[in-house]
């Protein structure tokens, strides 16, 4: 074995364990998303029957509704990059040769990433000043908005994350991948 290949297969073994950890964060906050969907549901149907059957609408229900509405879509969309569940326009990439379709691929799997993390530092920025402000949603029940900010960083650096080990294992070919001891993606 030489010292290149030597050294990249530890490379590999070190970020396997890593992907390992991220990739049990993407399936945690899909859960917690499917909690909010559920709780986005059953209080929906509450605000119905409360408003409706019984005439007396509650003031949390909606608040509350559309921050578990905002958690679903934010703490969901990791996994939709990591499964290649997101927006994929495939007609130009599918049109070329293969060797050029796989670099376009690259350069597009590495855009998104560049993109995820770069709005994920804005989000950031402005997470840091609803958090030290004390920034509630405007509404008749007061959130703190940094609940939510949190959750669209989290999911824009995972995205960025899961686009940027989809462009690694795209150099990766099934030969050279036999006896790692684990998946990078």
Known sequence: ?????????SVWRLLCPLARVHDFLTRLTFWVAMAAVAYLTGVLAWEVMARYALRQPSGWAPDTAALAFGLATFLAAPTLSKEGGHADMRLVVDALPAPAAAWLRRFTLLLACAVCWLAAWF??????????????????????????????????ISMGL????????????????????????
């Open 162 to 185: 899961h686009f940027l080990r989809h462009f690694l294992v795209s150099f990766r070919d099934a030969a050279a991948n036999a006896g790692r001891g684990g998946e990078f993606s």
């Open 123 to 156: 989000g950031y920025n402005e997470l840091l000043r609803v958090y030290q402000r004390g920034v509630m949603v405007i509404a008749v029940t007061p959130i703190p908005k940094w609940w939510l900010m949190s959750a669209i960083v989290y999911s824009l």
């Open 1 to 9: 074995m030489t010292g290149a290949s030597t050294g990249s297969l």
